[in-house]
């Protein structure tokens, strides 16, 4: 029979099952397959903070939501065309994120008695049979059944066979999307190459998937989304955690110096150091410390010795850190902390994703502590706000807290990957044994007119000296107990950070005109959403604006001006409204905001709502 | 090779004044240190000396070396980053009882099994001196200081079991009032090839005069203490009169008129169940029929150091995957190319 093919400009599948079902895997592979073909894409993966939460319940559920598009798009999407449900609790979990006339798959193996109560579907009523699902379209696979079948007389087990149903899932999208199993097939042969058997099993029940979907005349229709009009170039997909990590390296080497990396495991992070740690054939030095505190005072020690020290964690262990990031800040050496924020306060939501840690990055320590802060706006532009990152820390002399979130660390985008060589060079302010003594003596805390002062290390011919976390006298960094020494050193260190902003460029905007109506600003994660909001509010004729913050501290110079060219600004932040308090205390402005803290991004509908009740 | 200076102990003098309180123990510590880096034969430049918090932490102040002063309990994790990324250095942790046992706990034992090449001179006075008189993790059970008017209700911690117990390769007692004694285990230490925990009796004669009064006394030091060396039987008391011999595994002292130094325990630094015996020689005097409290060199191994062994894994992967390109790193495995 003939099948017709409808096209489609964009597509949002939410891979939704049991977070032992493989819905991580079934996503990731389908999106490879889609970037690989030229779609633009988006990705947000949504798990449990429990490894393997109680099967069948609500709170097991993983989620996988992918955004793919013939179009530039800058956010997972807001509602969700297609849901994969592996059983009841994916379901109930994710309806609501489905929009009206979109397409339920279900499992229907998983909507069994025990799955339904499982799930807490009242006195068991399945959402399949009753009236829950008539405002969908809802297509019934027992995905169980065909796998088992497509497995008869292998030699495996129930539990095994059992594993390999994504694979059912992802070769039936394939057929549905019009997209070819080569990529998957190749993930496949090469994941399990060492087990024949696995591997055929696997192959065998993606390929099942696709000509179900293939001879089945339930199914006449399927749906293409042409590869999308990017920018010329060379791409790859890439997530921010990976991106963080890969920028790191490549600055560290473009400044000409070794990467140490002292880290703790937590969550949003811990892929940070697992993609250093495959990276030892570029000298990557990765510690795996016994806490979050030696592990920033081991990146401490490192930068002492004249490698470049990095630590990173999430809010909680950020806060653990914050001690020794103040002596750094008294050391005035490099020394990079990355957080990957998460939901707080304390363990709060540690799979979720938060923009709260701002204020914690600005003000998280004893005393008088400033530093700089970057903040990246998307999984690819954690490379590039890595690489402005380091450059700071390291000609600077001064910590720099990188902040990302559980949002882009873990989302994943197409990325138009730049050379090596196109990238600036880093330029340390190392000490030079035979220039910077003066007249025999060594004064460690003397400085440049950027009140930089030089990193003289350990090795150094007659550069020795002695620092520490008491306060420091002027250039010849004795300790001191002076009050006018003191007074003296800490304007001197919050002058320093502020000279920054000389080095940094200026605020562009991302959208919009320079004067209007309103402003949208916002920093961090927010990005993709703010600007798909003030595109389409741009596109309806409204005055609006959009200018996304890199550099929190120092903010760039022109901000100030830049604001003042609106009647309105509005800050959309995942937090209780912390960038607002930095902005409206600096500059006297009356900017508004827009919060949202549950633990997931802003869908862009939520800000266009907003910019279309203000303007 | 470059050539290294030949220095005097007043080389790693700087100008700093020292500040501890006249008549503390650190000075001697401090003169001994210096005088085991002159002979030593290490370029001052390629020294650190780094410290945590309390007295003993302004150490680095005062030696001519580079040094880090850094924060409460962390110098040990602190040095760690620093040797892992500079194993050419010669690296000295300084820290005290209650930097390294108390705030620093969990960093030293964890330094101590991965074996970093540094050295440790903890400096125990059994009291918090900077904080001005509070019981530290080694002030013994009982002890009236001014945060325990009644006594202390903490069992101490034993430097030279736990040492032992988190797998140091390099355990060694010393003190402050025996400088011959402590520039020998310090020259030891030095020579170590792993992290030396070396444990120093430090007397703080403001907030706990005469803690190791018994073991430093010339009236009673001669009963109270025994100095372990290299295969030597083990011997103490006037005119070594007396000996300690190992019945099973429990020690006993002996009188040499009825035995000979073969009978005797012979030390072995190279034996951990001896070594522990050894640290235990400490929990209390008069149940063990008055032993003698140790000093020496209790146990030292040879073990992988971990700056070695993470720059195996460097070279390793450099062999197996070539010196990592950027732009290879850049693009990884999957990429396409919009025209």
Known sequence: ?615 | MENTPTYTAKDFATDQDVRWCPGCGDYSILKQMQSTMAEAGINKKDIVFVSGIGCSSRFPYYMDTFGIHSIHGRATAMASGLKAARPDLSVWVITGDGDSLSIGGNHLIHLLRRNFDLNVLLFNNEIYGLTKGQYSPTSPKGQVTKSTPMGSLDHPFNPQALALGADATFVARTMDRDPKHMRAILAAGNAHKGTSLIEIYQNCNVFNDGAFGVYTDKATKVDTTITVHEGQPLLFGQGNAKGIRLNGMKSEIVSMADFSPEDLWIHDSSDRIKATILSRMFDNNALEGGLPRPFGVFFQESRNRYEDSMQEQLDKAVSIKGVGDLDALIQGSHTWIVD
């Open chain 1, 1 to 615: 029979m003939t099948k017709t093919t409808e096209k489609k400009k964009d597509v949002t599948i939410l891979f939704a099952g049991d977070s032992g079902d493989g819905m991580q895997l079934t996503g990731s592979l389908f999106t490879n397959t889609n970037a690989l073909y030229g779609n633009d894409i988006s990705t947000f993966p949504n798990f449990p903070a429990e490894i393997r939460a109680p099967q069948g319940t609500v709170a097991g559920v993983s989620g996988f939501k992918l955004h793919f598009a013939s179009m530039n798009i800058f956010t997972p999407g807001d509602d969700v065309e297609v849901l994969v449900a592996m059983n009841a609790a994916a379901l109930k979990a994710n309806l609501d994120q489905l929009k009206i006339g979109g397409t339920v798959i279900a499992n229907i193996a998983g909507f069994d008695k025990k799955n339904l109560r499982l799930a807490k579907y009242e006195d068991e009523s399945n959402p399949l049979l009753d009236y829950t699902l008539d405002k969908f379209r809802v297509i019934e696979i027992d995905v169980t059944k065909m796998t088992k079948e497509a497995l008869i007389n292998t030699g495996l087990g129930t539990k095994e066979i059992d594993r390999c149903k994504n694979m059912f899932v992802l070769g039936f999208l394939l057929w549905m999307y019009n997209r070819s199993m080569e990529t998957t097939q190749k993930f496949i042969s090469e994941k399990f190459a060492q087990n024949e058997l696995v591997k055929d099993a696997n192959l065998t029940v993606l390929k099942a998937g696709y000509y179900f979907g293939d001879t089945n005349e339930t199914f006449t229709s399927r749906f293409e989304v042409e590869s999308a009009h990017l920018p010329a170039g060379s791409y790859r997909s890439i997530m921010g955690n990976q991106a963080a990590a890969l920028g790191a390296i490549v600055a560290t080497k473009k400044a000409g110096l070794e990467l140490f990396y002292g880290s703790y495991p937590i969550t949003p992070a811990s892929d940070i150091l697992h993609e250093l740690a495959r990276h030892k054939n570029y000298g990557v030095k990765t510690f795996q410390a016994e806490d979050e505190i030696a592990a920033v005072c081991a990146a401490i020690g490192a930068s002492y010795g004249g490698s470049l020290g990095v630590t990173a964690s999430s809010g909680p262990g950020i806060a653990l850190k914050g001690e020794a990031i103040g002596l750094a800040i008294m050391l005035e050496i490099p020394l990079l902390i990355i957080n990957v924020q998460r939901g707080g306060p304390s363990t709060g939501l540690p799979t979720k994703t938060e923009q709260s840690d701002l204020m914690q990055a600005m003000y998280g320590r004893n005393g008088e502590a400033p530093l700089a802060i970057v903040s990246a706006s998307s999984p690819s532009d954690c490379f590039d706000a890595m690489i402005e990152a380091v450059r700071i820390t390291v000609e600077h002399m001064i910590p720099v807290i990188f902040l990302s979130d559980g949002f882009i660390a873990n989302g994943s985008e197409p990325w138009s990957y730049p050379k090596a060589i196109d990238l600036k060079a880093i330029t340390p302010k190392m000490a030079d044994p035979k220039k910077s003594l003066d007249d025999g003596q060594y004064y460690p805390y003397r400085r440049d007119e950027k009140l930089v002062r030089e990193w003289a290390i350990p090795g150094m011919e007659d550069l020795q000296h002695r620092v520490g976390g008491l306060e420091k006298e002027d250039e010849t960094g004795n300790v001191s107990y002076d009050p006018d020494n003191h007074e003296k050193m800490v304007k001197i260190r919050q002058e320093k950070v502020e000279l920054i902003a000389n080095d940094i460029p200026r605020q562009e905007l991302v959208q919009g005109e320079a004067k209007g109506k309103l402003l949208v600003l916002g920093w961090g994660s927010t990005y993709g959403a703010i600007r798909t909001a003030v595109k389409q509010a741009i596109d309806a004729g409204l005055s609006v604006s959009q200018a996304h913050i890199r550099y929190i501290n120092p903010f760039p110079k022109n901000l100030g001006e830049l604001l003042i060219g609106y009647d309105q600004v509005l800050i959309p932040e995942l937090n209780n409204g912390q960038m607002i308090q930095l902005i409206n205390a600096k500059y006297g402005t009356k900017a508004l905001p827009l919060n949202k803290i549950k633990g997931m991004p802003f869908a862009s509908r939520e800000i266009k709502e907003r910019i279309l009740e203000l303007v």
